[in-house]
């Protein structure tokens, strides 16, 4: 299994990055992939994710209305566009993988704790 994020970069306050998960050795259908963010110092908390077999998507208040999850499952690939960034939003960024099936018995947002599989993550720094 592995997962391999791609993207990150620095960027201006009000800029946008697009971050992709390229996703490998597993049933894509069968997964949910989650979009996770560490900054220094604090702990990794999930930020979006979707459901690879129906399509549903889900956000974390914070990030509402500025990121958008989308998925392209002939490319076994996930992504997160990023809008409007600001510089809270600097951190690493993980993608993460978790099987549908318990998504939807757990809710959004999924404590780290319970993905099955992770990516070595991408930095996203904002500079104001």
């Known amino acids: 299994v592995q997962l391999v994020e791609s993207g990150g970069g620095l960027v201006q306050v009000g800029g946008s990055l697009r971050l992709s998960c390229e996703a490998s050795g597993f049933t894509f259908g069968g997964y949910a992939i989650g979009w996770f963010r560490q900054a220094p110092g604090k702990e990794r908390k999930g930020i979006s994710c979707?459901?690879?077999?129906?399509?549903?998507?889900y956000y974390t208040d914070s990030v509402k209305g500025r990121f958008t999850i989308s998925s392209d499952n002939a490319k076994n690939t996930v992504y997160l566009q990023m809008n409007n960034l600001k510089p809270e939003d600097t951190a690493v960024y993980y993608c993460?993988?978790?099987?549908?099936?318990?998504?939807?018995?757990?809710?959004?947002?999924?404590?780290?704790?319970?993905?099955?599989?992770w990516g070595k993550g991408t930095l996203v720094t904002v500079s104001s």
């Open positions: 979707i459901d690879n077999g129906d399509g549903s998507t």
């Open positions: 993460a993988a978790l099987r549908n099936t318990i998504l939807t018995y757990l809710g959004w947002p999924v404590p780290s704790s319970g993905m099955d599989y």
